[in-house]
């Protein structure tokens, strides 16, 4: 019997494509951003911190020989669309669109109205502008990649996450209408899901490091580089072949409402 049509395919060989990556200064857009470079992606990296983004282009280029433009703009801003665009940011093969940010874990009673409006500017407006961006580019080349990154909060809502669990519901339809839109063309529309990952995001929730320790205490979660890695086998697929949606838990996560933690000061 002849076994060569069951055997995985080789995976597609990326090098020479572009990336846009929003967020590519810590966490999962950093990571993703040192595994497209490892196989030869052209990068186009965003984030506030001009520092962080300069000394990640000099790490990047010297590792991997590949061109890698920074670009550090305040997202929400929409000076920074057209900045980006002006750039030609927007141009790309591939969009990871994964900068985002929860604040908080208020009920919604008591909860701040400049957190909701941070959230929501981020992580949908901003979210869904950068696909408008790059989005007619990619049709008129006839051929694209987008990934966005969603969140376990965006399959099912959870208790003091009100805003933060609708905004990624939010860019889950978004996903869904994209692909509607888009299938038949060659443009592949990838949503990624987390569970808990270990970087700056609960940092950036609680306001502390210590806070933020507490979320992972007693149990392993993700590290950035699981997303990453997850999201660079999407991207080698087949371009006949779109993974669509992939929820990634850490082994230690049931869900959202359950983590099993394993030290006795686990929080
Ligand atoms: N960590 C988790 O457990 C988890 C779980 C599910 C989903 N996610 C999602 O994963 C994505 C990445 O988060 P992460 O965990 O990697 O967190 P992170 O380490 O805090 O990274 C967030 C990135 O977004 C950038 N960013 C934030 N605000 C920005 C703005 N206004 N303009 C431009 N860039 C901005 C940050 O850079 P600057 O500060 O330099 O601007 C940083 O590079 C988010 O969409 C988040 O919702 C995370």
Request: a negative charge; hydrophobic letters at 45%.
């Amino acid at each position: 019997m002849d076994l060569e049509d069951y055997l995985a395919p080789l995976p597609q060989n990326l090098s020479g494509a572009t990336a846009l990556v929003t967020g590519a200064s810590s966490g999962i857009g950093l990571a993703t951003a040192c595994q497209l470079a490892a196989e030869g992606v052209q990068l186009k990296l965003v984030a506030r911190r001009a520092e962080r983004l300069q000394d990640i282009q000099q790490a990047l280029q010297a590792r991997f020989q590949v061109q890698v433009d920074i670009l550090a703009v305040d997202l929400v801003r929409p000076e920074s669309w057209d900045a980006l665009s002006r750039a030609g940011f927007d141009q790309v093969d591939i969009l990871i669109n994964n900068a985002g940010l929860a604040l908080g874990r208020e009920p919604v009673a008591s909860s701040d109205f400049a957190d909701w409006q941070r959230m929501l500017d981020l992580n949908v407006t901003t979210a869904f502008e950068m696909v408008r961006r790059v989005l007619p580019g990619m049709l008129a080349r006839g051929r694209g990649d987008i990934v966005c990154v969603g969140s376990i909060a965006g399959q099912i809502a959870y208790e003091g996450g009100a805003i933060y669990c609708a905004s990624k519901h939010a860019l889950r339809a978004f996903c869904q209408s994209l692909r509607y839109e888009t299938c038949g063309q060659n443009v592949r529309v990838l949503l990624v899901s987390p569970g808990m990952v270990e970087t700056e995001f609960s940092q950036v929730r609680f306001g502390s490091a210590e806070a933020a320790s507490a979320v992972y205490a007693g149990m392993q979660p993700l590290t950035p580089a699981n997303i990453a890695q997850a999201m660079l086998q999407a991207l080698q697929q087949p371009r006949h072949v779109n993974w669509d949606e992939l929820v990634i838990l850490a082994s230690d996560q049931g869900g959202v409402s359950k983590v099993v933690r394993r030290s006795a000061d686990a929080g």
